[in-house]
């Protein structure tokens, strides 16, 4: 298997592979970490809410006060051996209810306007360039660029890594070489005509197909399955990949939540729990994120489902985590505690999260220029060193 190398041995020491992976729709928070404790939770949510834990159906107990929906089983080995941690009430203050306006306020990191063109993760990128030269530095498994990689250079964005490239009956022709004479230096669209060449090369020799799933791992067969499967390929291979953006859509639950949710969570868990198993020891060298737009608003609707609110939860993977715990301010859940009379709070900014994640598992950073503007806390205590 010649495109697998030991990923831990070719990274530089202070340094993790970064998956970030975003909700989108704005995945409801207090049905997935539920705080059973909180009377008002069970109030506000008659006929949606997630059982206490011990009882039928229940939620799994974390830490006596908050609980994993059922649907999330699988993460709890991984909570309990220490690599996953879950942050409730976290966000970037806003008052918008716009899926469109929040994740463009959470991809760039800044709530104020006039907001920057570039996203945070772009311009961390941007700050510490390792010029390793692949076009692999930088991959999103979605088909585009997300708003927080603007601003990096060269990012790539593949929707499925195996049907990226030419067919085999293609590369024997000598088409390949023809399009590499054709898009030189002097003509339009020669850059990335090159870049999208280099790719389908570097991809060819890494033989992904080859890198199979191991320790038993097995992938649901949905979309995020096969993007965290993928994922695993390019992580255990030879090339040089810093970080990985990737999207998880339909959590925008309006109706039917406890169905819809139920469906969401489970491929969620599955996928991440079917990452780690996969990874096994190279998780040591890996720091998974997952994170929304906003939560979701703690009263049920007429249609048994939420809409849009703020506050939400966060989730963070892998050997450098400071796991086993879930890290809150907790607001609380009665009307005079909500947000706009209507909202789980936030009391953990989002911008906390991703500097601590920055300093302690990517090597460190300007957090002046990747958060202009943010003068909150820059720990949580959420990683280790």
């Known amino acids: 298997m010649s495109g697998y190398i030991d990923y831990a041995n070719r990274l530089p020491t202070d340094k993790d ?34 059982a206490a834990p011990g009882t039928q159906g229940g939620a799994i107990d974390l830490d006596g006060r908050f609980a994993l929906h059922p649907a999330l089983a699988p ?9 996953l941690a879950l942050v409730h009430a976290t966000g970037i203050p806003h008052n918008s209810r716009s899926h469109f306006v929040a994740q463009d306020i959470v991809e760039r990191g800044v709530s104020a306007k006039p907001l920057p063109s570039n996203g945070w993760l772009g311009r961390h990128l941007s700050l510490n360039s390792t010029n390793n030269g692949s076009a692999f530095r930088i991959v999103s498994i979605s088909g ?46 020669a850059a990335p005509a090159q870049a999208a060449l280099s790719a389908v090369t570097e991809l060819q020799a890494a033989e992904l197909q080859s890198i199979l799933p191991e320790h038993g791992a097995l992938y ?28 998880a859509g339909g959590w925008d639950h309006h109706e039917n939540l406890p169905g819809n949710l139920q469906q969401s969570l489970t491929d969620l868990a599955d996928s991440l729990s079917a990452f780690q198993t996969d990874m096994a020891d190279l998780m040591q060298r890996v720091t998974l994120f997952v994170m929304t737009e906003f939560g979701r608003r703690v009263a049920e609707n007429a249609s048994v489902g939420t809409d849009h609110g703020t506050g939400g939860v966060a989730y963070a993977m892998g050997g450098g985590v400071n796991g086993g715990q879930v890290i809150t301010d907790w607001p609380g859940l009665s009307t005079a505690d909500l947000h706009l009379g209507e909202d789980l709070a936030i009391t953990t900014d989002l911008r906390t999260l991703l500097a601590e994640l920055l300093n302690k598992r990517l090597g460190g950073t300007d957090l ?15 990683f280790l060193d």
């Open 75 to 83: 993460l709890k080995t991984i909570y309990d051996s220490g690599q």
């Open 17 to 50: 592979l970064l998956v970030c992976l975003f909700q989108r729709g704005a995945a409801d928070g207090l049905n997935s970490l539920v705080p059973y404790t909180d009377p008002d939770y069970y109030a506000q949510r008659a006929n949606i809410a997630v």
């Open 220 to 247: 649901p067969a949905t979309d995020l399955g096969k993007k965290m499967q993928q994922t695993a390929q390019l992580a255990k291979s030879n090339l040089p990949v810093e970080v990985i953006c990737i999207d």
């Open 368 to 382: 002046s220029q990747v958060f202009p503007g943010f003068t909150g806390p820059t720990t949580a205590n959420l």
């Open 144 to 189: 585009n660029v997300p708003v927080s990689l603007h601003g990096a250079s060269e990012p790539l964005a593949i929707s499925n890594l195996t049907e990226f490239g030419f067919s085999q009956e293609i590369i024997d022709s000598g088409y390949t070489d023809v399009l590499g004479n054709l898009f030189h230096d002097q003509i339009p669209l």
